[in-house]
């Protein structure tokens, strides 16, 4: 797989290598319309099924299945390649996908969540894999820059379509409609399967990584649970989930990764950082143009379609700027983000210019799209074949932790200090906090310079 393009062009779409990336993307595609459309259709589905009051756990069930199969995926990736992983979890997203659409419960349609988050959460961390196999490092800001496009297309019109469908036929649709085209995804990938190059098997075992990653899923199940119910029960769930969290990630991260030592340890607490503050500060803004300002839902969804074009748009920009050094970017993108971040609390009060959020919001996104892809680069080069499973899982639970976490304290801030139809005393400090966060972020970027060698 050495075919060259061409100086400044990348080789994503030579004859060889077409197959992997149209594969991968229609993947990762269609991963994000079912996450941009589940939410949208829930209640509806909910209510059909008769678990109002498991409202929550279709996304608690997804989520904890998920955090478990990246880590698990992570290490058979290291022991056997990425092949068994791009083969199985796939296929276990579209049995999942099946038995949702079909639930005829509660019971049923959790099943299918949970298959859904093991295929989903195998199949992402097998995807990077792959991308360290396939493409070449100069090749690799363009991959993840695609993966960042494929994002766009669902985020513009998944929730509206997810809608319609609920609406003119059934919810069920938003499952079963997906279920060809992750079939087809597959069959584009078994052709690069086959070719791939022999796997150098990881040497020794990681001790407690099955149970870790049962601990990391309980755990952060049980924080997002306790987080969106507070309550004195609900506190003690809490304490339970972060005790059994604390300890499985001294297993699944990469040692120093807590205390930002210097090269791959500090890519993946970045990674933390970024999505943390990024997906926390966004979760409140539908909320805040909706009470404070009276926008419509239509209406208050816009900034986070503008933020979606931006992310897209800088993805696309650093994957043609590969001389600029990643840890530049990185930096470049933490400053973005606190800067939309910071502009956000502006809208808090009833007074703000809420006009501005679309603009502040694209300008966020923007910094994501500069440093989320370079981060997925950094990690990859300080990879090899031993440890490139465990580092891209490593790199996932890392994302999942640190928006679980800080999406959950801006939730308990707002039923706690506020209200959910008078947020501005919680959004408020809140997003200062998390302007903070990503500052903090931008600082420790000169860490990363170190991340090619560090392994």
């Known amino acids: 797989m050495s075919t060259e393009a061409p100086a400044g062009k990348s080789n994503l779409w030579t004859a060889e290598r077409r197959g992997p990336t149209i594969g991968i993307v229609l993947l990762v595609t269609l991963l994000a319309f079912e996450n941009m459309g589940v939410s949208t259709a829930m209640p509806r589905m909910v209510a059909e099924l008769g678990g109002n009051d498991l409202y929550a756990w279709p996304f608690l069930a997804f989520l904890a299945a998920s955090v478990v199969a990246t880590v698990l995926s992570g290490r058979l990736s290291d022991l056997r390649g990425p092949r068994p992983s791009l083969l199985v979890g796939p296929a276990l997203f579209l049995v999942g996908l099946v038995v949702a659409g079909l639930a005829q419960d509660m019971v ?44 766009v297309v669902p985020s513009l019109v998944g929730p509206a379509l997810s809608g319609w469908l609920t609406e003119v036929a059934s919810w069920r649709w938003v499952f079963l409609g997906l279920a060809p085209f992750v079939l087809l995804g597959v069959l584009l990938l078994v052709p690069v399967l086959r070719n791939l190059p022999a796997h150098t098997p990881a040497q020794g075992t990681r001790r407690g990584l099955p149970w870790a990653a049962l601990g990391a899923g309980g755990g952060v199940a049980a924080l997002s649970w306790a987080a969106q119910h507070p309550s004195e029960l609900d506190l003690v769930i809490g304490a339970a989930g972060l005790a059994a969290l604390v300890p499985s990630l001294r297993v699944l991260l990469p040692k120093g990764t807590l205390t930002a030592r210097p090269g791959l340890p500090m890519a993946i607490l970045a990674r933390a950082l970024l999505a943390g503050s990024f997906f926390a500060a966004e979760a409140f803004i539908p909320l805040t143009l909706t009470s404070v300002h009276g926008y419509s839902a239509v209406a208050s969804g816009v900034p986070l379609t503008l933020s979606a074009l931006g992310w897209s748009s800088a993805a696309w920009w650093q994957s043609r700027r590969t001389h600029i050094p990643r840890e530049k970017l990185v930096r470049w993108g933490f400053a973005l983000n606190a800067a939309g971040i910071a502009g956000v609390t502006l809208i808090a009060p009833s007074w703000g210019p809420a006009w501005a959020t679309p603009v502040l919001w694209a300008i966020a996104g923007a910094g994501m799209g500069l440093a989320m892809p370079s981060l997925s680069v950094l990690t990859l080069a300080a990879s090899t074949d031993v440890d490139r499973g465990f580092n891209s899982a490593a790199l996932q639970i890392s994302d999942m932790l640190g928006s679980a976490l800080l999406v959950g304290l801006g939730g308990v801030l707002v039923t706690t200090i506020a209200s959910a139809t008078a947020p501005t005393a919680a959004v408020l400090p809140f997003d200062l906090l998390m302007a903070g966060v990503a500052v903090l972020g931008a600082v420790l970027a000169g860490r990363l310079r170190r991340a090619t060698l560090d392994h």
Do not use: K, M, N, T
Not at 114 to 125: D, H, N, P, S
Not at 134 to 139: G, L, Q
């Open 108 to 151: 049923q349609l959790l099943l299918g969540r949970v298959l859904q988050g093991i295929g989903g959460g195998a199949q992402v961390v097998a995807v990077y894999v792959l991308i360290g196999l396939v493409y070449p490092e100069r090749d690799r800001p363009a991959v993840f820059g695609l993966l960042a496009s494929a994002w």
